[in-house]
Protein backbone atom coordinates (compact mmCIF):
# COMPACT_ATOMS: atom_id res chain seq x y z
CA UNK A 1 0.00 0.00 0.00
CA UNK A 2 1.59 3.46 -0.42
CA UNK A 3 2.48 5.58 2.28
CA UNK A 4 -0.89 8.72 2.03
CA UNK A 5 0.09 10.77 4.74
CA UNK A 6 -2.88 11.23 7.27
CA UNK A 7 -2.92 14.82 6.38
CA UNK A 8 -3.96 14.32 2.76
CA UNK A 9 -5.99 16.72 1.28
CA UNK A 10 -9.30 15.27 0.08
CA UNK A 11 -12.55 13.84 1.29
CA UNK A 12 -12.01 10.10 0.42
CA UNK A 13 -9.37 9.21 3.50
CA UNK A 14 -11.63 9.33 6.32
CA UNK A 15 -15.39 10.10 7.53
CA UNK A 16 -16.35 13.69 8.16
CA UNK A 17 -18.12 14.00 11.93
CA UNK A 18 -20.87 16.39 12.25
CA UNK A 19 -21.07 18.47 15.67
CA UNK A 20 -23.68 16.29 16.73
CA UNK A 21 -21.57 13.05 16.11
CA UNK A 22 -18.74 14.40 17.73
CA UNK A 23 -20.30 15.39 20.90
CA UNK A 24 -22.05 11.79 20.89
CA UNK A 25 -19.01 10.15 20.39
CA UNK A 26 -16.51 12.31 22.79
CA UNK A 27 -13.88 11.83 20.17
CA UNK A 28 -10.80 13.81 20.86
CA UNK A 29 -9.74 15.74 17.65
CA UNK A 30 -6.31 16.03 16.58
CA UNK A 31 -4.94 19.42 15.23
CA UNK A 32 -3.28 19.64 11.75
CA UNK A 33 0.52 19.91 13.18
CA UNK A 34 0.67 23.24 11.47
CA UNK A 35 -2.18 24.87 13.12
CA UNK A 36 -0.78 23.82 16.62
CA UNK A 37 2.76 25.51 15.44
CA UNK A 38 4.74 21.88 15.46
CA UNK A 39 5.84 21.49 11.73
CA UNK A 40 7.90 21.93 9.68
CA UNK A 41 6.05 24.51 7.61
CA UNK A 42 5.84 27.61 10.29
CA UNK A 43 2.52 29.20 8.77
CA UNK A 44 2.67 33.30 8.54
CA UNK A 45 -1.13 34.57 8.02
CA UNK A 46 -2.31 37.89 8.58
CA UNK A 47 -5.63 38.44 9.84
CA UNK A 48 -5.63 41.89 8.48
CA UNK A 49 -4.59 41.47 4.93
CA UNK A 50 -5.91 37.58 4.56
CA UNK A 51 -2.10 36.80 3.10
CA UNK A 52 -1.03 33.50 3.55
CA UNK A 53 2.17 31.79 3.12
CA UNK A 54 4.94 30.64 5.49
CA UNK A 55 9.04 29.39 5.75
CA UNK A 56 10.74 26.35 7.50
CA UNK A 57 11.91 27.52 11.21
CA UNK A 58 15.11 26.17 10.09
CA UNK A 59 15.71 27.59 7.02
CA UNK A 60 14.07 31.15 7.76
CA UNK A 61 15.61 33.25 4.45
CA UNK A 62 13.44 31.37 1.78
CA UNK A 63 9.75 32.19 1.85
CA UNK A 64 6.87 29.16 1.58
CA UNK A 65 3.93 29.15 -0.55
CA UNK A 66 1.08 27.63 2.05
CA UNK A 67 0.39 24.56 0.38
CA UNK A 68 -1.44 22.77 3.03
CA UNK A 69 -4.41 24.92 2.67
CA UNK A 70 -6.81 22.07 1.34
CA UNK A 71 -5.64 19.82 4.01
CA UNK A 72 -7.70 19.09 6.94
CA UNK A 73 -7.77 21.51 9.82
CA UNK A 74 -8.67 18.20 12.44
CA UNK A 75 -8.50 14.11 12.39
CA UNK A 76 -10.87 12.83 12.38
CA UNK A 77 -12.70 15.38 9.77
CA UNK A 78 -15.20 17.86 11.33
CA UNK A 79 -18.02 19.60 9.82
CA UNK A 80 -17.54 22.56 12.45
CA UNK A 81 -15.16 24.24 14.10
CA UNK A 82 -15.26 27.15 16.77
CA UNK A 83 -12.22 29.43 17.30
CA UNK A 84 -12.02 31.87 20.70
CA UNK A 85 -9.11 33.96 21.79
CA UNK A 86 -8.26 35.32 24.74
CA UNK A 87 -7.59 38.70 23.34
CA UNK A 88 -11.22 39.29 21.89
CA UNK A 89 -14.91 38.78 22.67
CA UNK A 90 -15.45 37.07 19.57
CA UNK A 91 -16.73 33.64 18.60
CA UNK A 92 -15.61 32.33 14.85
CA UNK A 93 -17.14 29.78 13.43
CA UNK A 94 -15.84 27.49 10.84
CA UNK A 95 -18.15 25.27 8.85
CA UNK A 96 -17.63 22.90 5.84
CA UNK A 97 -20.16 20.06 5.15
CA UNK A 98 -17.08 18.17 3.43
CA UNK A 99 -14.63 18.61 6.47
CA UNK A 100 -12.86 21.93 7.40
CA UNK A 101 -9.65 22.41 5.86
CA UNK A 102 -6.85 24.44 6.59
CA UNK A 103 -8.31 27.65 4.05
CA UNK A 104 -11.61 27.55 5.72
CA UNK A 105 -9.84 27.96 9.15
CA UNK A 106 -8.07 30.99 7.54
CA UNK A 107 -10.89 32.42 5.40
CA UNK A 108 -13.27 32.24 8.05
CA UNK A 109 -11.02 34.12 10.65
CA UNK A 110 -10.37 36.58 8.08
CA UNK A 111 -13.19 37.10 7.40
CA UNK A 112 -14.49 36.87 10.94
CA UNK A 113 -12.23 39.79 11.77
CA UNK A 114 -12.24 42.08 8.63
CA UNK A 115 -15.98 42.22 7.50
CA UNK A 116 -17.49 42.67 10.83
CA UNK A 117 -17.22 46.01 12.94
CA UNK A 118 -17.02 46.71 16.84
CA UNK A 119 -19.78 47.92 18.27
CA UNK A 120 -20.62 50.84 20.36
CA UNK A 121 -20.75 49.13 23.73
CA UNK A 122 -17.73 46.61 22.95
CA UNK A 123 -15.73 49.56 21.84
CA UNK A 124 -17.08 51.27 25.20
CA UNK A 125 -15.66 48.23 27.19
CA UNK A 126 -11.99 48.92 26.46
CA UNK A 127 -9.94 51.50 28.56
CA UNK A 128 -9.24 54.93 26.88
CA UNK A 129 -5.71 54.37 25.97
CA UNK A 130 -6.58 50.90 23.95
CA UNK A 131 -9.61 52.87 22.34
CA UNK A 132 -7.19 55.39 21.20
CA UNK A 133 -4.78 52.61 20.23
CA UNK A 134 -8.00 51.13 18.20
CA UNK A 135 -8.84 54.21 16.42
CA UNK A 136 -5.09 54.72 15.13
CA UNK A 137 -4.88 51.39 14.09
CA UNK A 138 -8.23 51.62 12.32
CA UNK A 139 -6.82 54.68 10.54
CA UNK A 140 -3.49 53.67 9.37
CA UNK A 141 -5.60 50.61 8.09
CA UNK A 142 -7.18 52.80 5.83
CA UNK A 143 -4.51 54.51 4.50
CA UNK A 144 -4.13 57.36 7.15
CA UNK A 145 -3.81 59.47 4.00
CA UNK A 146 -1.93 59.76 0.99
CA UNK A 147 0.61 61.68 -1.11
CA UNK A 148 -1.32 62.88 -4.37
CA UNK A 149 1.29 64.55 -6.16
CA UNK A 150 2.63 67.28 -4.11
CA UNK A 151 -0.92 67.40 -1.75
CA UNK A 152 -1.54 65.94 1.18
CA UNK A 153 -5.10 64.88 1.79
CA UNK A 154 -5.30 63.80 5.28
CA UNK A 155 -8.59 61.09 5.61
CA UNK A 156 -11.25 61.53 7.91
CA UNK A 157 -11.10 59.32 10.98
CA UNK A 158 -13.24 56.12 10.50
CA UNK A 159 -16.73 55.63 12.72
CA UNK A 160 -16.89 52.35 12.85
CA UNK A 161 -14.07 49.95 13.49
CA UNK A 162 -13.32 46.68 12.31
CA UNK A 163 -12.76 43.79 14.69
CA UNK A 164 -9.36 43.44 13.28
CA UNK A 165 -8.92 46.95 14.44
CA UNK A 166 -9.14 45.65 18.13
CA UNK A 167 -6.32 43.25 17.63
CA UNK A 168 -3.91 46.52 16.73
CA UNK A 169 -0.77 45.27 16.13
CA UNK A 170 -1.45 41.58 16.82
CA UNK A 171 -2.54 40.65 13.80
CA UNK A 172 -0.60 37.30 12.98
CA UNK A 173 -1.85 33.61 13.31
CA UNK A 174 0.42 31.89 16.16
CA UNK A 175 -1.64 28.55 16.92
CA UNK A 176 -4.76 27.16 17.72
CA UNK A 177 -4.75 24.92 21.11
CA UNK A 178 -7.48 23.22 23.62
CA UNK A 179 -7.86 25.37 27.06
CA UNK A 180 -10.63 23.40 28.45
CA UNK A 181 -11.09 25.68 31.66
CA UNK A 182 -11.00 28.86 28.78
CA UNK A 183 -13.96 27.60 27.15
CA UNK A 184 -16.06 26.91 29.77
CA UNK A 185 -15.38 30.46 31.33
CA UNK A 186 -16.04 31.99 28.36
CA UNK A 187 -18.72 29.76 26.71
CA UNK A 188 -20.18 28.33 29.67
CA UNK A 189 -19.09 24.58 28.21
CA UNK A 190 -15.99 22.85 26.64
CA UNK A 191 -15.97 20.28 23.44
CA UNK A 192 -13.33 19.03 21.30
CA UNK A 193 -13.89 21.12 18.82
CA UNK A 194 -13.38 24.56 20.41
CA UNK A 195 -9.90 26.05 19.85
CA UNK A 196 -8.47 28.98 21.39
CA UNK A 197 -6.36 31.27 18.84
CA UNK A 198 -3.04 32.75 19.76
CA UNK A 199 -1.66 36.14 18.04
CA UNK A 200 1.49 37.49 17.61
CA UNK A 201 2.90 40.88 16.03
Not at 30 to 46: T, V
Not at 106 to 114: G, V
Amino acid sequence: MADIGKWTAGGSYGPVLTQTDLYLLQTELQLNPILEGNSAFHLLFNIRDGQTGGFNPEDRGHDLPFTAKDEPATLPRVTDLIIISELTPWCTMVHNDRGVTMSDVCTSLWKEYTENFITEGEFACLAPRVQEQVKRTASHGQGGGNWGGMYYTPSSAPNRYRRVDWLRDKVYFETLQRKDGYAISRLGFKAPNIFVMSLTS
